[in-house]
């Protein structure tokens, strides 16, 4: 199970425009549209952890001989999305946001953008394997459902607290203080992939 907190918690963190766009809806919105935004989000990412972590399972259950060419992958993808990390702008404001929809419309909205993201599905597979989820447990059926918890337990994890944290103190906190605490984001999120990337190499050679 923490192999699936693990990679939750990691999926939902790298998803840094979202919380920035939960900090924004905070600052100008209300709570209702907060936490629209922030279910959304936190359903989509669990949605892609729920199709990843099946599909991985039978991967590495089947197809044993591409198994360092999977974590050879897998390393690809996150040190393509550390890079991008690395690349994106900083956060410059929080208020620049124009009348927003209701609280259904930014749900949907938010919804459909986080489960488009072509990248969000191999990024999945790849914080798994980097995890050793399929390592540290043999892959059958019979732990995909505790993974599938873990996996849930982790990504309420990360959007619960900064749907609570934009709910109640988006509006009390002076904006510098926020942008700078986002903007640490970033950085983190780069050197993290970069980490993940090199583990889920070596655990496949």
């Not at 922030?38 to 089947?62: D, R």
């Not at 404001?93 to 191999?122: H, I, K, T, Y």
């Not at 914080?127 to 892959?139: D, F, K, Q, R, S």
């Amino acid at each position: 199970m923490i192999e699936g907190i693990t990679a939750g918690f990691i999926l939902s963190l790298t998803l840094f425009p979202g919380t920035v766009w939960l900090a924004k809806v905070g600052v100008v919105g209300t709570k209702r549209q907060v936490l629209a935004v922030g279910l959304a989000f936190g359903l989509s990412q669990f949605l892609w952890l729920l199709v990843a972590i099946p599909g991985l399972m039978m991967m590495c259950a089947h197809l044993t001989l591409i198994r360092t060419g999977m974590h050879l992958f897998a390393g690809f993808v996150l040190m393509y999305m550390g890079l991008k990390f690395f690349r994106a702008k900083r956060v410059v404001a929080l208020d620049d946001v124009d009348d927003l929809p209701s609280a259904w419309g930014l749900f949907r909205l938010a919804f459909n953008q986080a489960l488009a993201m072509p990248m969000r599905l191999p990024a999945a597979m790849a914080i798994l394997l980097a995890t050793g989820v399929y390592i540290n447990h043999e892959p059958s059926w019979a732990i995909v459902p505790s993974i599938i918890i873990g996996a849930l337990i982790g990504t309420a994890w990360w959007w619960g607290q900064f749907t609570l944290l934009s709910m109640f103190f988006a509006k009390r906190v002076p904006q510098s203080i926020t942008i700078k605490s986002l903007n640490k984001i970033r950085p983190f999120c780069a050197c993290l992939n970069g980490f993940l990337a090199l583990i889920a190499v070596l655990l496949g050679v």
